[in-house]
Structures are given as structure tokens and as C-alpha cells.
């Protein structure tokens, strides 16, 4: 599960991936609305591993 934690970390790490205009997004550039759609999936993955945690009494 701590493995999931990596994704937001190899996806913003990476900037030729997301270092362009297109396609924009209500006239935002792809560049800025994909930096910021990690934000809440970074705070998903985060409430998975730590409700996983809980589960198995990792506290």
C-alpha cells in the first residue's frame, strides 16, 4: 500500500510529461490544471493507505 504513495510523486516529478499548453481546461493550460488534479488524488491515496493502516492496526 506505501507503494501507492509514490504515484504523486513520480507523476509531478516527471515534468516533460505534463510541460505543455494543450489541451487546456475551462482556458487553463495543461501544465497548471494537471498540477492541480494531483491535489486531491494525492489526498485519496493518502486517506487509502492511512485507512489501510488502520485496518490492519498499523497506527
Known amino acids: 500500500m506505501w507503494i501507492l504513495l509514490l504515484l504523486p510523486f513520480v ?20 501544465f497548471y490544471w494537471y498540477q492541480l ?13 492511512y485507512r489501510h493502516g488502520r485496518a490492519r492496526g498499523d497506527e
Open 11 to 30: 507523476g509531478l516529478l516527471w515534468v516533460p510529461f505534463y510541460n505543455d499548453l494543450l489541451p487546456p481546461l475551462f482556458g487553463f493550460p495543461f
Open 37 to 49: 488534479l494531483w491535489v486531491p488524488i494525492t489526498a485519496l491515496l493518502i486517506w487509502i493507505v
